[in-house]
Each structure stands twice: as structure tokens, then as C-alpha cells.
């Protein structure tokens, strides 16, 4: 999966995000946090399984388990309605565990293919008052990052993905899937072992900013002079709305502080 030339996200204009900005890092935050009640909940349906699959997980399961002669005559006398009972409350459980250690110790990173949606500008840049940083694809920690999809239902997964998948790979699949609702906002997400970590990324790995339509220009200027002192190459660009469609659009400008204005003179 190819990922686009360039990734965005949004900035309300706070102390925090002037803050990162300022220190070149990238935050990534707990997901517990997350506004979307559904969003990294991840409760997919536990499909049951048919007797064939029971069959199949028993004898998987003799195979590979250490298991006391009793407790393994026990487990072969299961009829399939036992068996299917028990194995169902183990993965539920055992879903349930993964889940939590997962969510409880990962960091995640939020980004949009987009810049000129206007639902990311109402929602994540300050009701069109912030701005919304562009970032070079190709840099880190982009290399890993996995796109979000976008699904009607909730998954669903055999109870043998969950009871024999020490590693859990589909884990990393449910915590980038969202409900359909939330299509518009083309996410990727990039993952850290640890919430709370912050990312350090080269000055060149920043090439854009876009400034809301709505934004001072006092606070805009905050942003350009940051921005002048660490980074010469990141392109700027002014937002307005469009009179003729419901979207943003940009045009570039290069600042000029007052006093360098003053100086010209």
C-alpha cells in the first residue's frame, strides 16, 4: 500500500501545539483519548465456530498443550455445545486482555491524505482559526504508518485467530479500522510502542504549513516566526474560502516580519 506523496494534520493554535512545533516533535497520544466512543474499543464479533472448526481447534489444541492425562481425557469428552461454550468465554476473555495491554501501552499518531476538508478544519483546526502542518511522506516516522479503513460493520473474527495468534496480528488491523462515518477524514496512523512519546523529526521533513481562513494575524505571525527560525525551505500557504464550492482554498505567500518590512524602507 503506497502511501501519498504527503501527510497533514491539524492544529488547533494553542500553547501545546506552538510548543511541538517550536521543538520539531511529533506526539504520539494514548488512544483511550480518542472522541469517537467506537474508535480503538475494538469489540468485533466473535463468529462461533461449526464443528468442523471445533474439531479442528481440539485437536490443534491436544497437539500443543501440555496437559495432564485426566484433564486431557476431560477435554476430548467435550461434546461440541461444551466445547463451543468454553472456547467462546476464553475468547472473549483473552480478546479482552490483548486488547487492554494493547491500548493501555501504545501511542498513536493521527493524519489526513487531506488538507481542505472542511469537517478536519471545524473539528481538529480550531473551527478554521489554526493551521495544518504538511509533512514529507518519505521521513520518519512515516515509513510504518498504516491507513485506516473504513468499514460499515464491526469486524468479525473466528476464535481461532484470537486463541492461536500469540502475536496477534490482527490487532494492529482493528486498531486501524473505524466505523464508515468517519470516511472523510482519509486517516493514516502511525503507532509507538509507548504512549506519550515524543517523536523528533528533521526540520526537512516539514514542508508546508496551512493557515485557516479564519486565523489572526497575530497568530499567524507566531507561527512564522517559529518557523523562520529553524525551517527556510517550508513553504507557507494562506487558506480562504471558496465562493463558488464548500472548500478551502490556499494560496502561497512568503512573510515578512515588521521590522524586516521597516528595514526595506
Not at 11 to 27: A, D, G, V, W
Not at 100 to 105: G, K
Not at 132 to 159: G, H, M, Q, W
Not at 208 to 213: K, L, N
Request: hydrophobic share 35%; net charge negative; aromatic share 14%.
Amino acid at each position: 500500500m503506497n502511501p501519498p506523496p504527503s501527510f497533514y494534520k491539524y492544529e488547533t493554535f494553542s500553547t501545546q501545539s506552538l510548543l511541538n512545533l517550536k521543538s520539531q516533535i511529533i506526539y504520539f497520544g494514548s488512544p483511550l483519548n480518542f472522541n469517537d466512543p467506537y474508535d480503538c474499543a475494538i469489540t468485533p464479533n466473535l463468529l462461533e465456530p461449526s464443528d468442523g472448526e471445533l474439531e479442528e481447534i481440539r485437536d490443534d489444541y491436544l497437539r500443543e498443550a501440555d496437559l495432564p492425562a485426566r484433564s486431557r481425557k476431560e477435554f476430548e469428552a467435550f461434546s461440541h455445545k461444551q466445547l463451543r461454550e468454553a472456547l467462546m468465554r476464553a475468547a472473549s476473555y483473552g480478546f479482552r486482555q490483548t486488547v487492554n495491554d494493547f491500548l493501555a501501552s501504545r501511542g498513536v499518531a493521527c493524519f489526513s491524505e487531506r488538507n481542505d476538508d472542511l469537517l478536519m478544519w471545524s473539528h481538529y483546526g480550531g473551527c478554521y482559526k489554526g493551521f495544518c502542518l504538511e509533512f514529507d511522506s518519505l521521513s520518519e516516522p512515516f515509513s510504518k504508518i498504516n491507513k485506516v479503513r473504513y468499514v460499515p460493520t464491526l469486524p468479525a473474527l473466528s476464535i481461532s485467530s484470537v486463541l492461536f495468534d500469540p502475536d496477534f496480528h490482527l490487532m494492529l488491523e482493528l486498531f486501524c479500522t473505524k466505523s464508515e462515518a468517519w470516511a472523510y477524514e482519509k486517516e493514516w496512523r502511525a503507532l509507538h510502542n509507548i504512549a506519550g512519546t515524543q517523536f523528533g523529526y528533521p526540520p526537512e521533513a516539514l514542508t508546508g504549513v496551512y493557515f485557516g481562513p479564519d486565523i489572526d494575524r497575530q497568530s499567524l505571525e507566531v507561527v512564522c516566526l517559529i518557523l523562520a527560525g529553524q525551517n527556510e525551505t517550508v513553504r507557507l500557504w494562506r487558506g480562504r474560502r471558496s465562493t463558488t464550492e464548500f472548500r478551502v482554498l490556499f494560496e502561497p505567500f512568503t512573510y515578512t516580519s515588521h521590522l524586516d518590512a521597516k528595514d526595506k524602507k
